[in-house]
């Protein structure tokens, strides 16, 4: 069975960090590149981040560069965001998505796996 398991989101307050893991079972986790996505309430599912499944290279959006950093280890078959700096308009629920595929995507359309989500609210 297919499974992405996301944890580390949690209430914090503006200019804090938190880190997300996405843990990975049921594929071949080598295979696979890993984006972040977030749905703030009200708003469409954008973007935040991927990474490509062999030379680990990663796409950022605009509005979380020089703050949020993506990586992951093989090892463990995770994923994660370390999340720093964080703003109120970060709040969101937080998806791990996988995509058989060397590069990775930010659009949601090309993920053939997504997890359950987890909640990030950052409070002013």
């Known amino acids: 069975e297919v499974q992405l398991v996301e944890s580390g989101g949690g209430l914090v307050q503006a200019g804090g960090s938190l880190r997300l893991s996405c843990t990975a079972s049921?594929?071949?986790?080598?295979?696979?590149?890993f984006g972040w996505f977030r749905r703030a309430p009200g708003k469409e599912r954008e973007g935040v981040s991927c990474?490509?499944?062999?030379?680990?290279?990663?796409w950022y959006a605009d509005f979380v560069k020089d703050r949020f950093s993506i990586s992951k280890d093989n090892a463990k078959n995770t994923v994660y965001l370390q999340m720093d700096s964080l703003k109120p308009e970060d709040t969101a629920v937080y998806y791990c998505?996988?995509?058989?595929?060397?590069?990775?995507?930010?659009?949601?359309?090309?993920?053939?796996?997504w997890g359950q989500g987890t909640q990030v609210t950052v409070s002013s």
């Open positions: 049921g594929f071949t986790f080598d295979d696979y590149a």
């Open positions: 998505a996988a995509e058989k595929s060397n590069y990775c995507a930010a659009y949601g359309h090309y993920y053939d796996y």
């Open positions: 990474i490509s499944s062999s030379r680990g290279t990663n």
